[in-house]
């Protein structure tokens, strides 16, 4: 038996890197005379409560440099999922914009939250015509989607940026599971060693960026590479031999500043695919450093290619190969998935 992951991307780029400019005033007018809503999520627990207590500082400049022309509304998390639930909430009345605070899981959960049942979430009244846009305060222990704009963790930049109102449509993986359940991935996805990694690092974040070493410790315990079939673009399948992680990137940063996917656009319509093959404990040694500088593609057994659709399939039963999506741990290989494209608009 045969198991799998499928990975689609867009059938054509359905869009070049166009930028819409929008005034805070323009934000602000909307279809009503009512200001319209800015809804910043923040999870208070984000890098390690750094996030809540930044946030604290934050909110009497975002009251003063947004606030003129918007209503400014926090919404804390409770818990994980919470930030999907809120974001929902908020396109369904109509905000003008849901803003991310927090890290990358934090952004992936509210990335996740506009979308529902396979479609993106839109407005309950008709008459607003307005696209929910997509903002992000990176405040994380990683941040790494922030890193492929050369955004820092200064939030004061983060609030000046959203000032601007300028608005770009920007690239979202979906990863549909064979049951019809549907995950969005903004950042990587990806699967085998550097997935086990994710998923054993996310139990770590107390120890700050730490939390990536042990991560990838825990990870090689009990690793093997495996053997994988693999379709790009709808072509023939390949066996790719001995394979350690395949990362899917729609933007370039995971595991804490790795640069892995370094040709990754989050606005091209494509993935970046970086396939490793054949690597040992060792290599990650004495090559580590290239996979942070994002020179490790022309390196032996490494693959790289831009695909607007990738399927994965396992050779081998029940081997548990991990998957992750954004650093959501999602289960193991033999789930069937299937990843087409989304997309929604972003403040940047
Ligand atoms: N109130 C809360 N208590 C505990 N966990 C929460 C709470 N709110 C959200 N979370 C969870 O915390 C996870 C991590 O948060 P976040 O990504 O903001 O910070 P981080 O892990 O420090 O940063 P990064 O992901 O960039 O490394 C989220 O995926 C979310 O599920």
Not at 22 to 46: A, E, Q
Request: aromatic share 10%; proline share 3%.
């Amino acid at each position: 038996m045969v198991y799998g992951i499928t990975v689609a991307m867009a059938t054509k780029p359905w869009f070049s890197i166009t930028a819409e400019q929008m005034t805070p005033d323009h934000l602000s007018t909307g279809s009503s005379s009512r200001k319209g809503d800015l809804i910043f999520i923040v999870n208070p627990k984000g890098a390690n409560g750094r996030t809540g207590k930044e946030w604290k500082k934050l909110l009497p400049f975002v009251r003063s440099r947004l606030g003129k022309n918007l209503n400014i509304c926090e919404s804390l998390t409770s818990g994980p999922c919470h930030a999907i639930d809120i974001t929902r909430e908020a396109i369904r009345e109509g905000a003008e914009a849901v803003v991310a605070v927090g890290g990358d899981g934090t952004l992936h959960e509210v990335v996740n939250g506009f979308f529902w049942a396979g479609k993106p979430v839109a407005a309950h009244d008709k008459e607003v015509t307005r696209t929910t846009a997509l903002g992000l305060i990176p405040l994380g222990t990683g941040s790494d989607f922030a890193r492929s704009f050369g955004w820092n963790n200064n939030p004061r930049e983060a609030v000046e940026r959203i000032a601007t109102g300028l608005k770009s449509r920007i690239d979202v993986g979906v990863i549909s599971e064979k049951d019809g359940e549907r995950h969005y991935f903004i950042n990587v996805a990806d699967i085998h060693l550097s997935a086990k990694a994710g998923y054993y690092a996310s139990m770590y974040k107390r120890f700050g960026n730490l939390c990536y070493v042990i991560g990838a410790l825990q990870g090689f315990y009990g690793h093997r590479n495996r053997d994988l079939r693999i379709k790009v673009d709808e072509g023939e399948w390949e066996v790719f031999s001995q394979v350690t992680a395949i990362c899917i990137g729609n933007a370039k940063f995971f595991g804490g500043g790795m640069k892995i996917t370094p040709n990754a656009h989050p606005y091209n319509g494509n993935f970046e695919v970086v396939i490793l093959q054949n690597f040992k404990w060792y290599d990650f040694v004495l090559r580590g450093h290239k996979l942070y500088s994002g020179t490790h593609l022309s390196e032996k057994d490494v693959h790289s290619r831009s695909v607007q659709s990738i399927e994965v399939e396992e050779m081998e039963e029940n081997s548990g190969v991990y998957v992750q999506s954004d650093g959501e741990h999602l289960g193991f290989l033999p789930k069937k998935f299937h990843i087409s494209p989304a997309a929604i608009e972003m403040l940047c």
